[in-house]
């Protein structure tokens, strides 16, 4: 009996030294491999989602239109403008801008006076002056006679000033009296003792002439001017 319990204990003593041994030469040899250790869990992050690109648009390039030639457009011919030309007025306008409303000199306003002048020869100068208390216009021309003549003489037209003359109270105005035309031919002359002066149809002056003053059928008047000698021009 004491034969078997020796038996089992040597197997059990030999076994616990091996262990012993194994022990002592994994701790002492270096190139031995780690032992395993629990791994921890692997951490993972989690992938950010992406936006999903949109797609570029692919831009359609419109073909060129097909040129255009716009229909050649005729300019309307204006109508030509219509013109009037100028014809002489008794006021002095220019024909253009319509007269003024006047108020012509007339023989309960005015004296009117037939003068000798040097120069030029064979001219009298026709003053009429405002003797009235407000102003009043020399229209045109005086219409001209001598004693018992009907018609009055010829008016030259081309001394017709650009405006009427405007007489305030005691101004004056002139008229240029030729009294002769071109020497030669039958001319009907004669001495005269009056001149008649129409300043407008329906108010005559007549004054005296000049002692001497002789006449034809040439004779003439100029229109109504400022200045005398703007009269005697002509």
């Known amino acids: 009996m004491r034969l078997s319990v020796r038996t089992l204990a040597l197997p059990a003593a030999a076994l616990a030294a091996a262990l012993s041994l194994t022990a002592c030469q994994s701790s002492s040899d270096p190139d031995a491999a780690p032992a395993p250790t629990s791994a921890s869990p692997r951490q993972t992050t989690a992938a950010t989602p992406t936006t999903p690109t949109t797609p570029a648009t692919p831009t359609t390039t419109a073909p060129d239109p097909a040129p255009t030639t716009a229909p050649a ?17 008794d006021n002095g306008g220019n024909g253009d801008d319509p007269a003024p409303a006047l108020t012509p ?11 000798k002048v040097s120069r030029p020869i064979n001219h009298l100068a026709l003053t009429v002056t405002n003797v009235g208390d407000r102003p009043c216009d020399a229209v045109g021309a005086p219409l001209v006679g001598f004693d018992q003549s009907q018609a009055p003489i010829r008016i030259v037209e081309e001394s017709k000033p650009q405006a009427v ?8 105005a002139y008229a240029s009296l030729i009294l002769t ?18 300043l407008t149809t329906d108010s005559m002056v007549t004054v005296p002439a000049p002692t001497g003053t002789y006449v034809d059928d040439g004779a003439a008047v100029s229109y109504w001017q400022r200045e005398l000698a703007d009269a005697l021009q002509y």
Request: positive net charge; charged residues 20%.
């Open 73 to 89: 457009t005729t300019p309307a011919t204006k109508p030509p403008k219509k013109t009037t030309a100028p014809t002489p007025a």
């Open 105 to 115: 000199c007339t023989a309960k306003n005015v004296k009117v006076v037939a003068s």
């Open 165 to 172: 003359v405007t007489l305030t109270p005691g101004e004056s």
């Open 181 to 198: 035309g071109e020497p030669g031919g039958d001319t009907h002359g004669m001495t005269v003792r009056t001149v008649k002066v129409n």
